[in-house]
């Protein structure tokens, strides 16, 4: 299969940082993504990362490790908005689409 | 205008009852995908459709069915519903070809009850 591995809760303290770690089988990597999704929503689209390294997006950061099959989504200055679910997402070559992890629900406080 | 809709936003129905999701998208994506997600747990593929003549089952496709009547409109349907298809359903899109991969756009999703 294609499993991807996620922490099922994580929290965090309002202005803190935050790291959600993601894994999944390295074989026919083609992409890896990160959405949003707020209680009773729809996902929105966070991040896309296809090469090694950090991608910085204002407080979001996102870094892809090929060779480890590794991911994790940087949460800076935690908002109380914030608090959501985060769904690691990995495209393969010999499927086209994307399989998701179950998710992460992140809860922030004050 | 959203980008990616879904009808109805929520629906109850009866055991045994067909039931027809609908989805449109005016971004002019080739992709189009079903979802299912029940609480507490991550989104499950149904069907997907990466062009108009290309229709997949997904991992849970057993008692759904879809039709793709154009590149804009994906349809749902339940042949015969049973409660536990109650769930929040999803519709996406994507566009290959943008240079974000699988970058995926969901629609709002409906809420489905069936008693």
């Known amino acids: 299969g294609q499993n991807i591995d996620q922490p099922t809760e994580m929290t965090a303290t309002e202005g803190a940082i935050v790291q959600i770690n993601c894994t999944y089988q390295?074989?026919?990597?083609?992409?890896l993504f990160w959405y949003q999704q707020h209680a009773g929503e729809a996902p929105t689209f966070l991040s896309y990362?296809?090469?090694?390294g950090l991608e910085e997006k204002g407080r979001f950061s996102s870094f892809l490790s090929r060779s480890k099959g590794y991911s994790y989504l940087l949460l800076k200055e935690l908002q109380m908005k914030d608090s959501a679910s985060y769904l690691c997402?990995?495209?393969?070559?010999?499927?086209?689409?994307?399989?998701f992890g179950d998710g992460t629900t992140l809860t922030v406080k004050p | 205008d959203a980008d990616v809709t879904q009808t109805p936003r929520n629906r109850i129905t009866k055991t045994g009852k067909r039931i027809m999701l609908e989805c449109s998208q005016t971004?002019?994506?080739?992709?189009m995908y079903w979802y299912r997600q029940d609480p507490g747990l991550g989104l499950r593929l149904i069907y997907y459709?990466?062009?108009?003549?290309?229709?997949n089952k997904g991992e849970i496709s057993d008692g759904y069915s879809v039709s793709r009547q154009a590149q804009a409109k994906f349809s749902l349907s339940l042949e015969s519903a049973i409660p536990n298809q109650t769930a929040l359903y999803f519709c996406?899109?994507?566009?290959?070809?943008?240079?974000?991969?699988?970058?995926?756009?969901f629609g709002p999703g409906t809420r489905l009850t069936v008693l």
């Open positions: 996406a899109t994507s566009d290959f070809n943008s240079g974000r991969g699988d970058t995926q756009y």
């Open positions: 390295t074989s026919g990597f083609n992409g």
């Open positions: 990362n296809v090469l090694d």
């Open positions: 997402a990995v495209s393969y070559t010999n499927a086209g689409k994307s399989t």
């Open positions: 971004k002019g994506h080739d992709r």
């Open positions: 459709s990466f062009d108009v003549k290309d229709i």
